[in-house]
């Protein structure tokens, strides 16, 4: 093995050691080995692999890169490419050239090994060239050895050198004891005598001053400045020009002094005008605006041109000036004590008052969104400057302007809204009402611009992002009350306030907690509006009248918030499992916000256009099998009618293609096409409000108002004591009220005393308690003091019972003592009907058949007989059409919906308005106070006729009879005659059955 070369030897070691860590032989004596290690050998000698493909190698570090900048990795995209470059051109050891095969063989083989680049985390780290060692080797000292060198007599004198000298030379020099003799002007002695710049060089720096007098500005903001040297071309001195033909034709012109500055300074003074700041030269802050000063000019403008131009950028700046300032004031920055947007006139008193107080929540929301947009403009203009000072290109003023138009439009926009939502606004106004202006204007804003169409969409885009910015505190607000129950506003800011007066476990919680606040078209005065904030009818048709001005983003669902609101704040009070299961810290953090929620629906409808081409094909794909099946349901139709046109069917179906619900309506029957959908006339940001806001605040709204509901049902028995009202007071408790009931009755009968109260009470509570004992103790009657006028007539000795029912709280909020009086005035009705049924049923009958039917007697006795068979079946008919076809019917419609009421006040408005229902359907509403006068006298003449009947037929005489029959007479006609004349107009469709009942009894008459 003594012919092998190194590298053959090193490479036999290698080999052996990868076949004993591959096959785990370590006996090189063994066939085996020996058998591995000569096919090895075999491989390495005589294969041949193919050379690197320099091109493939290119194509993938150009893939890697691009696959990097997809990603957005563009620091790690030109890591790669600059250090796969500076690899390339670097040379190798023992290879001669860049980018050779060597080169490309290392970057292959890394390709190889790596393992998706894109994915790995890599951070440049910087790389520390290894600096060429000095040498240290002291050369005097080696090659002095052995010689007698003499220091001369002055030893410790350092050594002269030419670079010494040369140092010397350089040293800085004053203009005065420089040795260069400079003219001065009398305006540079002026300036030197000042030493207001000081300025030096360097002697041996002959460009110093040329460098200076390129870099420095020329100081055009002092009197008496230096002219600054331009070109003698005609365009450049079209001032002088335009002077010298005024000269020339106006005998009176008398030339001005005037301050002449370059275009680049007044870009540059443009530019920090519009930066906000207020110390500069050409434009000038007097009284709150911005004037240009007269007798700035250039060379190559007249001065009416320059003057015009200039007026038209100050503009601008003023406008900027006002939105910084209010900027200022608003973060604390300015030392000004007025309130944000407020004018200086008002008084010292409010003044100190108001800057007392910090901004509330919404103006620093949009301060906040103007501060980000001034940003960005800011960085717009630092871009311009420094192209500016570098001079790479030409900049002119009508380019800097041309580039700066999108900006100042933008800016015109903002200062539009700022005048009209914040500084118009009087001072003293309340927080709620500058809160809501200010929103209203935007939004107003954004509907106006949004009707243009493509011709707004930068300033569309800058009022959207501004509004989203603004409306944040009113969503916080929002989600802190509708998610806890916590109307958390302290600088009262919220349309809606809190009544701190009135706790959560009080009856009237749900009415008078909270006040809607807003402010009329007309007057600016604030107006509180309860029956609003309680989600009433009255309110909303009060405020629809007065056309209030509220936010008006949230008048489409303030119904939802207000009861989402109440809901979860009474929620919280209750002893529920409801509103634990939504408590804790941990639930809540993971809770996502309505703002955020808001947000991610707005950036996820923004990203709905784009779809993929297989989502594409398949919609064509839907939607032409759609068309083929509204086609075929038109031609079926068309067919009925004996028309045969496909075309016609084609175009009928693509016309109403996009209605979802066509295919149902259509082949149902129904082909009444409903043309008014809101969604057709609604602008696009309305319906991003609808599809992007709208409905988290109604889920929620429902979650809350149905957690309630259940919560109410379920643990607090609602609808136990809802049928509780209608068993006692609506008598639907039959067998239980007519044991009550009929003892007053038997006492009437007896002719003794039943109006005592411990007699009552007894009466009821032995009634109640054999079969409900659980309302025994709720249950209560008392008796009403009344008029003596009033208690004329027998029916009426009933008047002033009253029946009471002790409803905890918070079923209290439905059952209000307001719903107890309806239900006493019915409660009152159904006694007089029971009480005349109940004389009628109780009479007996008292051995007339001894009388021969011809007797005066007989004949007497069959007319009473008669006539009390009459009045049965009017008291029957009445008494029928009461509790069957009132309190029965309408009781079953109540029941289903209660069961189907999404919230409280739903529940309320539906008890309201069963209450409301069944007591005009009882005549006890004014405006038929004289048919219930007319059935009052039937019930009274029963209550005689008892009375009579119960002393004995001889105690009778013939007239009153007589009488009897003509005042029934009478009554029962006015009431047949007024009820068909109502069922007939159609006013009242539910007394048709006892019209109808009530005009066969009068037939038989």
Same mark, same amino acid.
């Given at each position: ?26 006996? +090189? ?173 360097? $002697? ?409 081409? @297989?989502?594409?094909? @398949? ?167 009344? +008029? ?128 409301? @229902? ?64 109502? $069922? ?18 009068? +037939?038989?008459?």
């Amino acid at each position: 093995m003594s012919h092998l070369t190194k590298f053959e030897k090193d490479l036999d070691r290698e080999v052996k050691n990868l076949i004993k860590h591959t096959s785990g032989i370590d006996d +090189e004596e063994d066939h085996n080995f020996q058998a591995a290690l000569k096919f090895a050998w075999s491989n390495f000698r005589f294969h041949r692999f193919l050379d690197v493909d320099s091109h493939k190698v290119q194509r993938t570090i150009n893939g890697i890169y691009e696959k990097l900048m997809v990603h957005s990795d563009l620091s790690k995209a030109e890591s790669w490419m600059r250090l796969s470059g500076e690899f390339l051109n670097s040379p190798l050891p023992n290879t001669e050239g860049v980018k050779t095969d060597a080169h490309h063989g290392v970057l292959a083989l890394l390709l190889f090994l790596s393992d998706c680049p894109s994915n790995a985390s890599f951070s440049e780290r910087p790389r520390l060239r290894d600096a060429e060692k000095e040498d240290s080797f002291d050369w005097a000292q080696y090659l002095l050895e052995g010689e007698d060198v003499d220091p001369g007599p002055f030893p410790d004198t350092p050594e002269w050198s030419e670079e010494s000298e040369e140092e010397d030379g350089q040293q800085p020099l004053s203009r005065e004891d420089s040795g260069i003799q400079v003219d001065r002007t009398p305006q540079e002695d002026h300036e030197h005598h000042n030493k207001s710049v000081p300025v030096a060089w360097k $002697v041996g720096e002959p460009d110093a001053r040329v460098w200076l007098e390129q870099h420095v500005v020329t100081p055009y903001w002092v009197s008496h400045a230096p002219r600054f040297p331009h070109s003698l071309h005609l365009h450049s001195n079209l001032l002088n020009v335009w002077d010298q033909h005024l000269y020339n034709t106006d005998p009176l012109y008398l030339p001005e002094e005037k301050v002449f500055v370059t275009e680049s300074q007044v870009i540059r003074e443009t530019l920090w005008l519009l930066s906000g700041v207020k110390r500069l030269f050409i434009f000038q802050h007097q009284d709150g605006k911005v004037v240009v000063r007269n007798d700035v000019v250039v060379t190559h403008l007249t001065s009416n041109c320059l003057r015009s131009l200039l007026e038209h950028i100050a503009a601008y700046g003023q406008a900027v000036s006002r939105l910084q300032k209010f900027v200022d004031e608003v973060t604390g920055y300015s030392p000004e004590t007025s309130p944000p947007g407020g004018s200086s006139s008002s008084s010292s008193s409010s003044s100190s008052k108001r800057g007392s107080e910090p901004p509330f929540r919404t103006y620093q929301a949009f301060v906040w969104a103007l501060y980000k947009y001034f940003i960005s403009f800011k960085e717009e203009l630092a871009a311009i400057e420094r192209d500016l000072i570098t001079k790479d290109e030409t900049v002119t003023l009508m380019a800097v302007l041309e580039s700066l138009y999108p900006h100042l439009a933008q800016i015109k926009v903002l200062h539009k809204v700022f005048c009209t939502g914040v500084a118009d606004v009087p001072p003293g106004t309340p927080n709620v009402v500058r809160a809501s202006h200010l929103l209203n204007t935007l939004y107003k804003a954004i509907i106006e611009y949004d009707s243009v169409g493509e011709a707004s969409e930068q300033a569309l885009a800058l009022l959207f992002s501004l509004w989203v910015e603004t409306v944040r505190p009113y969503l916080e607000i929002v989600d802190e009350w509708i998610m806890h129950g916590h109307l958390f506003d302290p600088a009262r800011e919220f349309i809606i306030q809190r009544n701190k007066d009135v706790p959560v476990d009080h009856r009237d919680f749900w009415y008078a907690t909270y006040t809607l606040y807003s402010v009329s078209e007309a007057v600016d005065g604030e107006e509180k509006l309860s029956d609003a904030a309680s989600g009433s009818s009255g309110g909303e048709q009060a405020a629809s009248s007065r056309q209030l001005t509220m936010v008006s983003f949230l008048k489409p669902v303030l119904k939802q918030v207000i009861m989402a609101g109440k809901s979860m704040q009474l929620l919280k009070n209750l002893d529920c499992k409801e509103a634990e299961q939504h408590e804790g810290p941990a639930r809540d953090a993971e809770r996502t916000s309505l703002y955020m929620l808001f947000l991610e629906s707005v950036q996820s409808r923004l990203r709905r256009g784009e779809e993929s081409p @297989t989502d594409t094909v @398949t919609e064509q794909q839907a939607t032409k099998r759609s068309l083929i099946k509204m086609q075929s349901i038109v031609a079926r139709h068309l067919e009925l009618g004996d028309i045969h046109d496909p075309l016609l069917a084609i175009n009928f179906a693509r016309l109403y293609l996009e209605q979802s619900d066509f295919h149902e309506r259509f082949s149902g029957g129904d082909i009444i096409m409903d043309r008014s959908s809101e969604s057709v006339t609604c602008q696009t940001f309305e319906l991003t409000l609808r599809s992007c806001l709208y409905p988290h605040i109604q889920l929620r709204y429902i979650e809350c108002c149905g957690n309630l509901m259940r919560t109410l049902k379920k643990d607090y028995r609602l609808i136990e004591y809802l049928q509780a009202m209608r068993n006692y007071f609506l008598l639907e408790a039959g067998d239980t009220m007519y044991d009550f009931y009929t003892a007053i009755f038997d006492k009437v009968l007896e002719k003794e005393s039943w109006q005592q109260l411990s007699f009552l009470n007894v009466q009821l509570q032995e009634a109640v308690g054999q079969r409900c004992p659980e309302d025994s103790s709720r249950l209560s009657i008392f008796l009403e003091t009344i +008029e003596p006028t009033r208690k004329k007539q027998p029916i009426n000795n009933l008047d002033g019972l009253t029946l009471s029912y002790k409803v905890p709280w918070p079923v209290d909020i439905v059952i209000s003592s307001e719903c107890q009086k309806i239900y006493n005035q019915v409660f009152l009705l159904l006694l007089q009907i029971k009480w005349a049924k109940y004389s009628l049923d109780t009479l007996f009958d008292g051995g007339h058949e001894e009388n021969p039917p011809k007797d005066p007697v007989h004949q007497q006795i069959h007319r009473m007989f008669l006539l009390r068979v009459k009045l049965m079946h009017f008291v029957n008919s009445l008494h029928n059409y009461i509790m069957t076809r009132i309190l029965h019917s309408t009781g079953l419609e109540f029941q289903h919906q209660v069961q189907e009421a999404k919230d409280l006040d739903q529940l309320i408005k539906i008890h309201y308005r069963y209450l409301s @229902t069944i007591h005009d359907r009882c005549l006890l509403r004014e405006k038929v106070s004289f048919v219930k006068e007319a059935i009052m006298k039937v019930l009274n003449l029963v209550l005689i006729f008892s009375d009579r009947w119960q002393a004995g037929f001889g105690a009778w005489k013939i007239e009153s009879i007589e009488k009897m029959e003509s005042d029934f007479k009478n009554c029962h006609m006015f009431l047949v005659t007024i009820l068909n004349k109502a $069922v007939c107009r159609g006013s009242f469709p539910h007394l048709e059955s006892l019209a109808l009942s009530l005009m066969a009894g009068f +037939e038989q008459c």
